[in-house]
T-cell receptor, first 110, second 113 residues
Framework: QKEVEQNSGPLSVPEGAIASLNCTYS??????FFWYRQYSGKSPELIMF????GDKEDGRFTAQLNKASQYVSLLIRDSQPSDSATYLC??????????FGTGTRLLVSP | EPEVTQTPSHQVTQMGQEVILRCVPI?????FYWYRQILGQKVEFLVS????????KSEIFDDQFSVERPDGSNFTLKIRSTKLEDSAMYFC???????????FGSGTRLTVV
């Protein structure tokens, strides 16, 4: 059973559009949720975290959490070509580890 | 901005040899981790380390792997008797608290030939 699931994509959006990335997780005891960005050949870079149900905004990024549906999403407003990367959803189930999804590849075309 | 430092950036080793991957976590972080990513696959948890002992480990982290914090700054991953399937990017990470986001190092690309 996969613990964290993401659509692998690619998700293609034009520059300036909103990109919507989704993630589901299986462990109802999961406590904290993270979105990382990973450029090809580079390490994951933390861009957002969310602990409570609802929305959390940081600049062009909004994370949304629905614990009842076991669903986390990331919205990127005014997408830029530099946002083209793989976006990794990661979940902390209460133990000392983050479990990552396979990532969604985002392509933003000029 | 504080960063996690990993060395070397790339290591090539022969099958059966031992390798040590090195990491300097962020100085005020208390939790340390090793992850690996095989090319084209997801980031996989190997081990977490807190208070000078292993707190969690995955099935991947078998007897050929060990971790150590030999001094106040370094955190190492040793792989004994490397296999071809150990070829991957190995990431070290650290965090202030166990439920905080992790800061990842730039990784060591290990190639076993």
């Amino acid at each position: 059973q996969k613990e964290v699931e993401q659509n692998s994509g690619p998700l293609s959006v034009p520059e300036g559009a909103i990109a919507s990335l989704n993630c589901t997780y299986s462990d109802r005891g999961s406590q904290s949720f993270f979105w990382y960005r990973q450029y090809s050949g580079k390490s994951p870079e933390l861009i957002m975290f969310i602990y409570s149900n609802g929305d959390k905004e940081d600049g062009r990024f909004t994370a949304q959490l629905n614990k009842a549906s076991q669903y986390v999403s990331l919205l990127i407003r005014d997408s830029q070509p530099s946002d083209s990367a793989t976006y990794l959803c990661a979940v902390n189930t209460g133990f000392q580890k983050l479990v990552f999804g396979t990532g969604t590849r985002l392509l933003v075309s000029p | 901005e504080p960063e996690v430092t990993q060395t070397p950036s790339h290591q090539v080793t022969q099958m059966g040899q031992e390798v040590i991957l090195r990491c300097v976590p962020i100085s005020n972080h208390l939790y340390f981790y090793w992850y690996r990513q095989i090319l084209g696959q997801k980031v996989e948890f190997l081990v977490s380390f807190y208070n000078n002992e292993i707190s969690e480990k995955s099935e991947i982290f078998d007897d050929q792997f060990s971790v150590e914090r030999p001094d106040g700054s370094n955190f190492t991953l040793k792989i004994r008797s490397t296999k071809l399937e150990d070829s991957a990017m190995y990431f070290c990470a650290s965090s202030e608290a166990s439920n905080y986001g992790y800061t990842f190092g730039s990784g060591t690309r290990l190639t076993v030939v």
